[in-house]
């Protein structure tokens, strides 16, 4: 779980772009070049690199949540939960989900130092609104790893609603700590065992929020 997040933060931190040549771009050509904008971006800046965490986390809050769909990606973790819970519920659920994913993605962030990212040929038609864009994390030390985006497109352009690492994805990793909250106290139980960890993760550096390998 903690290794798979490590990476799955590094890769989604790397997304920022605005503009309307957003929503024209192929899926793939957008992600690799916002993917190594970020990551360059974090490189050379001395604030992030040293954990500042208002400037890491502005910078995620303005260049990357806005090309995450942060409801389809809560809904598909709840699966079937989900249709339970009320219009409210389900807001407050993607509420504390996107401010547990800001501080895990804040804390990659503030550690990315010599990796870089490669990614591989889109296979897609043209008319596909719901693609797989594939990639590999270079680390400065050890093997590549593997790590694969969903992606669809909607009225506001492409956005990721999931993330593949090693095989594992997000969704899925995050499905069976939803369900076995909501087994103890229902959706409100989830929910307040969310915004707890949000609250002791918005008293804690950014770089412990970071899972470790």
Same mark, same amino acid.
Not at 76 to 84: D, E, M, P, Y
Not at 158 to 170: E, R, S
Not at 197 to 200: A, E, H, V, W
């Given at each position: 779980?903690n290794?798979i997040?490590?990476f799955?933060?590094?890769?989604?931190?790397?997304?920022?772009?605005? #503009?309307v040549?957003?929503? $024209?771009?192929?899926p793939d050509?957008?992600?690799?070049?916002?993917?190594?904008?970020?990551?360059?971006t974090?490189?050379?800046?001395?604030?992030?690199?040293?954990?500042?965490?208002?400037?890491?986390?502005?910078?995620?809050?303005?260049k990357?949540?806005?090309?995450?769909?942060?409801?389809?990606?809560?809904s598909?973790?709840?699966?079937?939960?989900?249709? $339970?819970a009320t219009?409210?519920?389900?807001?407050?659920?993607?509420?504390?989900?996107?401010?547990?994913?800001?501080?895990?993605?804040? #804390?990659?962030?503030?550690?990315?130092?010599? $990796?870089?990212?490669?990614?591989?040929?889109?296979?897609?038609?043209?008319?596909?609104?719901?693609?797989?864009?594939?990639? $590999?994390?270079?680390?400065?030390? #050890?093997?590549?790893?593997?790590l694969n985006?969903?992606?669809?497109? #909607?009225?506001?352009g492409?956005?990721?609603?999931?993330?593949?690492?090693?095989?594992?994805?997000?969704v899925?990793?995050?499905?069976?700590?939803f369900?076995?909250?909501?087994?103890?106290?229902?959706?409100?139980?989830l929910?307040?065992?969310?915004?707890d960890?949000?609250?002791?993760l918005?008293?804690?550096?950014?770089?412990?929020?970071?899972?470790?390998?």
């Open positions: 779980m290794f997040q490590k799955v933060a590094l890769a989604t931190v790397s997304l920022a772009f605005t #503009g040549a957003a929503a $024209q771009e192929a050509a957008l992600v690799k070049r916002i993917s190594e904008d970020v990551i360059n974090a490189k050379a800046d001395k604030a992030i690199q040293a954990g500042d965490t208002k400037k890491v986390i502005d910078l995620v809050e303005t990357i949540l806005p090309h995450v769909d942060f409801q389809r990606m809560t598909l973790a709840a699966g079937r939960f989900w249709r $339970q219009p409210e519920q389900q807001q407050q659920l993607t509420t504390e989900f996107r401010k547990l994913l800001v501080f895990t993605y804040s #804390g990659a962030l503030s550690q990315v130092k010599d $990796q870089t990212i490669d990614f591989k040929p889109l296979r897609a038609d043209p008319t596909d609104t719901d693609v797989e864009v594939r990639s $590999q994390v270079n680390m400065p030390r #050890g093997e590549p790893i593997p985006y969903r992606v669809a497109k #909607g009225p506001q492409w956005k990721i609603y999931d993330i593949n690492v090693l095989g594992a994805w997000l899925e990793t995050y499905k069976g700590t369900a076995s909250e909501i087994s103890k106290g229902g959706i409100d139980g929910i307040k065992a969310l915004a960890k949000n609250q002791k918005a008293n804690k550096p950014l770089a412990t929020n970071a899972p470790k390998k």
